[in-house]
């Protein structure tokens, strides 16, 4: 598609009005929705909007794709892109949603790998393809937005990383000394956390974080989105990169709940 073609579509289809039935559903199931500010929830509103109408959802082992579902799964993949430059994730065409966690390949859906025929995910980003996600895990951590998981988060941060056409868990970054502070704060953290895997000592992070650099970041940007506040004092520098790169403050959305509650 053209470009200029495309962002005539989005400029209409963002000067229709939000459709009101959504809302609930945002508040239902987003639970990051309510945590955010006026300007915020916009952004929120509008990425949603353009994701589900731009993208193209298949529901897999037997998963009815509602417009539930569609707003639900998009709201959660707007949130790392709220304020920082994007193109809408416009290298991943299709969303693929199974009603619980999947085991692959799966013949039905043309994709091989026989890698993972033993295991069992809830998601899965390809790169330059589909993000995979499982239903259930979608609706249990998008309505907890303090658990500190979120599956659909994590795949999309994985799009992110590979921006660059690398899978290498650090995304294209602009700015020369955001891109210094962040390689010494991911790498000093992934070190830190690799040593206490090897040792056996409890983790902050999930021991799938000490596979590769690229699932460490995924893994850091789920913190960051819904652990903040631990994220940040156990490593600092980490959410003060992530902070930079996203533009975003999340810490500050779960202390105004924290004052609200």
Known sequence: MFHWLRERRRRRLLD?????????????N????????????????????????????????????????????????????LAADHEY???VDSVLVYPNEFRTPNPEDDFEDDELSDTILAGQAWYRGPVIVAWNEVLEEG?????GQNVVIHEFVH???????????????????????????????YKVHKAELDRGDETFFTAH??????????DAAEAFFCSPEGLREEFPDVYAVLAEYFKLAPAN???KRTKRG
């Open 89 to 91: 994730y416009s290298r």
């Open 30 to 81: 987003v639970g990051h929705y309510l945590l955010l500010s006026p300007a915020e929830q916009s952004a929120m509103r509008d990425i949603t909007r353009v994701l589900v109408a731009e993208k193209n959802w298949v529901g897999c082992g037997g998963m009815l794709i509602t417009e539930e579902v569609k707003i639900t799964v998009a709201a959660q993949a707007a949130i790392p892109v």
């Open 143 to 147: 309505r907890d937005p303090g658990c």
């Open 159 to 189: 799009q992110i990383d590979f921006l660059d056409y690398e899978a290498n868990g650090a995304p294209p970054i602009k700015d020369p000394a955001l891109a210094k502070r962040w390689q010494t704060a991911m790498a000093a953290a």
């Open 253 to 255: 959305w779960f202390s």
């Open 209 to 218: 974080a000490g596979e590769s650099e690229t699932e460490f970041f995924a």
């Open 16 to 28: 229709e009005p939000f459709p009101p039935w959504w809302e609930p559903i945002l508040n239902r």
